[in-house]
Structure formats: C-alpha cells, structure tokens
C-alpha cells in the first residue's frame, strides 16, 4: 500500500492528476470501485472481454471482420492476465473497478478482482473506447451533450449487420451525438484519424435508415435531445461486441462492468493513425 | 500547328488520351472552344480571375481570408500572363476556349483570346475546382448524380457571410451534390485531404440552417433531386469570388466563361495535402 495514495478511507474518486498506473494501483488495492470516466485524462481507456482460448479464435476473426466496432487495442497470451502494450505493470485480474462474469450468457457475479474466476485457458481482448475520439472533440471545441449532462451517451441497435464468425454474430449497436453540421464535418474529420477507437461515424441524419425507430428510447445509456439546428451522427460502438457475446452465450466469459474500463498507460494521441 | 493534332475541322472534342498541353495547344490553335469537363482527365483545372495590380491585394487578402471558397492554386507577376508552377508552358491569354471580358461589372465581352485586352498591370488568381476532388469521389466509387446526368452541378447563395477585404465582399455560394449517408461520411474524409480545392463540406442537411430556401431551385447549375436515403451536402464553391468580383463592380476583369477552364500540368493527386 502507497501511504501517499491520496485515499481518505471512502471510494472518494481518484485525482486527476493521478497516472495511469497509480489509479490502477488504487483500484487494485480495492480502494476504489467506480466509473473511469474522466479518470487520468489523456490516457486510452479500453473495454475489456476474456473468453477461453476454443473460442478467442473466433471472437479475434469477428474483431478482425468488424473492426469499427470492435477495434482489438490489446490482445493477451493465453493463460496470462498481462497486456503489456498496453502497460506493463497492468494485472487484468485486479485493474478494473467491476468486473461481470458470464455463463451460458447469464450475468452470474459482479466483482472487484478476478483472480478466484483465473483460468489457464483464458484470453484476454482490450477493445477500443469512445473516450479517446471524445477527448479529442472536446479538446477542438465541439460540446458533446452527454457530457455536458453528466449522462450516459445514447446507444441504439441497428440493422447493419456484423459480419460473423463462429458463434459471433449479430447487429452493430451505434452511439449517437447530437451535433451541429459544421462540428459534425469536423468531427468526421477527427474521429477518421482514430480508426482504433471506432474511427469515423458509419452514419448520419435520417435514423430510419439504419433502423432506429425512434432516438428519444436508446437501448442502451440515456436519452438525449437532438435540437433543430443539429443532426444526429452515429459512431459504431463497444457495446457491439458485449451484445453478440451475450448473444452466442459462451459457457464462460468475463467483462469490465458498464463504465468501469481498463486504464492504459498509452496517451489518446498515440491512437491517432496521423 | 501540329498535323499529328487529332482535329478534323470542327470543334470536336480532344481526345481524352492527350496531355495537360496537347489540350491547351488545340485551344491556343483555336481548335477547341467548349467545356473542359473530362478533358486531359487525371490533370487540375482551375478558375480564372484577371484583375488590375490596383485591385489585386485586396483579391488576394479576400483569398486569404476565405480559403474554402477562394483557393488560390496560381498567382501571376504583374502583367504576366504566365503561371509557371501550374505548367511552363500555359499561355492566360490563349490557353482557356473562352473568356469573359467585363468592365464596371458588366459582362462586355465573350471571346476565345484575350491577347487585345492585354495589359501590363493585369495579375492573374488560378482558383482551384471542385473538378479535381468530384474526380477523388469517383474514382471511390462515390456516385455524383449531377454528372451521372451530365448536368451541371447545383450552386446556391447562402447567408454564410465571406470575410471581407477592400472591395471584395458578400455570401459564399455553395455546391450541393445528394449523398447517401455513408457516402457523406468517406467523402468528408476524401475532400478533406484536398484543402486547395475546396477541401471539406461547409454543411450537410437542412439547406434552410445556410439560408437555402429551396433546393428545387439552384442560383446557379442545373437542380438535381435529393432522394429519401440521402443527405445533402454543401462545398464552399468557386462561383463566391465571381459573384464577389461582379457584386465589387472593378473598372476592368477578365474571367474564365463558366465551364471554360485552365487545364494545368499539375495532377489531382497533387493537390492532396496527404
């Protein structure tokens, strides 16, 4: 334990001023079990999946089928619980605040640490997160609604079908920002330099036209208002590759906890293609 | 005159297989005198503007001031009717099929040669055109209706306010070409690598948010129809410094006739940024 750790005894969050590595330390100290959102700024944060090594084959050809909303940012060797490109004091067992175990598709535990759940067997996928694209429209000025609400952003499931692989299969689920058509060229530009973070957006304007009946009931995170002057633009998202897991329901997987994402040592801006 | 030159005696179109020069020598042979549109393909075509030395600073600090619609590829020495970089060969005077003469603001003249108006304090702006991008969107596999249909592209005033400078000032004008979504976002991407011709979008969607009362109903070109699956989307267009130079009403200019165009040595790919 770092007695200069600046935890006062509750899940108080940690600074922002914290490393990458000391808010790791901290939540694998158990001291805290909250969002990420926020949390050592300018650092890549990923979604995390572990599935046993007979269907990691598989869930890498989906990946690599569909890398827009499953872009593999980490990729671990079997059995091991380490990434370290991605950072090499990183221990996938105890880094995340939540973690969810899954079997048969079932939601069968909510945890802090892993480690009684470890098998030789596992491999481990770190997927690309919007928080690196959204660092980067923030920091251009764009406002991005969700944020500003203190929301969750708004995610829908489409008819674009995934390409499959093996049991994985299913539709693309998409974030939506609400942005004025000028921020929304821009931020076209921008997130097309992020191909490892969901990259450019796969749509935009008329909902309908990739199946969304209605933007005011998202499947998933909150609802948010598109206001006339503004267009509502979707980016494909990291919660695709949660939905076709839970859908080909594997005998056994684990996942970060919505919100409760690994943080790397890689900087954002090292996940820009130029 | 060049007896290999494939002319039969009329204005038959050149043969897309000659060069930027070839072409350029047929004109100056006043060979040829119709719309450049597909000829030397794979080669920059620029606007034209031809202003006296007097008026020529505020042309270029207006340029300067509105790259999008105004991106000047070429610039001219005082009284020169050479522009070096863009070919060495390009004669102002005789190279383009047609010109337009205009004096107060008033067309006087349209006319094949400009060597008679000639004058030792003119300065001549080749402007890029959206030629050279519509050729990068094609060559994606980017349908353009308006040249499926062999029509003009659509052009419309919008009350997007240029930023002044002198004499020079007024609304940009904009080009429209509908786009399937999907479409909208990879040619964002393809444009924006092309900031000498226009570069990205200004706008996509609700014509109305730039002043547009009716897309039916072009300022200028040809109108296109917008299908249910598609979105329209707005380029900062060469038209703005015509309409801004006839609006400043100077004592002399000299023009490229609509569809009359500089064909230069330099290639499109050239004019990528990256």
Redesign the interface.
Same mark, same amino acid.
């Given at each position: 334990m770092n007695a200069q750790a600046p935890w006062n005894g509750t899940d108080a969050r940690p600074g922002r001023d914290l490393s990458p590595e000391a808010v790791r330390m901290l939540i694998r100290a158990g001291r805290y079990q909250g969002a990420t959102a926020g949390l050592a700024p300018g650092y890549v944060q990923g979604n995390l999946v572990i599935l046993p090594k007979d269907l990691a084959g598989d869930f890498l050809a989906f990946a690599h089928q569909n890398p827009k909303p499953c872009p593999v940012i980490g990729l671990s060797d079997v059995g091991s619980p380490r990434v370290p490109a991605l950072g090499p004091s990183i221990d996938l067992r105890t880094d995340l605040p939540r973690y969810r175990v899954w079997r048969n598709g079932e939601l069968v535990a909510e945890l802090s640490d892993i480690r009684d759940h470890w098998r030789d067997d596992l491999v481990s996928f770190v997927i690309g997160c919007s928080f690196s694209f959204e660092e980067a429209l923030l920091e251009d000025g764009i406002p991005l609604r969700h944020v500003a609400c203190g929301a969750n952003v708004a995610m829908y499931r489409t008819n674009i079908a995934c390409a499959p692989a093996g049991p994985f299969a299913g539709p693309m689920v998409v974030s939506m920002r609400p942005l004025k #058509?000028?921020d929304?060229?821009r931020a076209?530009?921008i997130t097309?330099r992020f191909p490892a973070v969901h990259g450019? #957006?796969?749509? =935009?304007?008329?909902p309908a =036209?990739i199946g969304i009946a209605d933007l005011a009931t998202p499947d998933y995170g909150d609802p948010v208002a598109v206001e006339d002057?503004e267009?509502p633009v979707f980016w494909a998202c990291g919660v695709t590759p949660q939905a076709v897991i839970a859908a080909a329901k594997p005998a056994f997987a684990i996942t970060h906890a919505p919100g409760s994402m690994l943080i790397t040592d890689k900087r954002n801006s090292q996940m820009s293609a130029?």
């Open positions: #058509p000028a929304a060229i076209i530009q097309s450019a #957006p796969v749509h =935009l304007g008329d =036209l002057d267009i130029f």
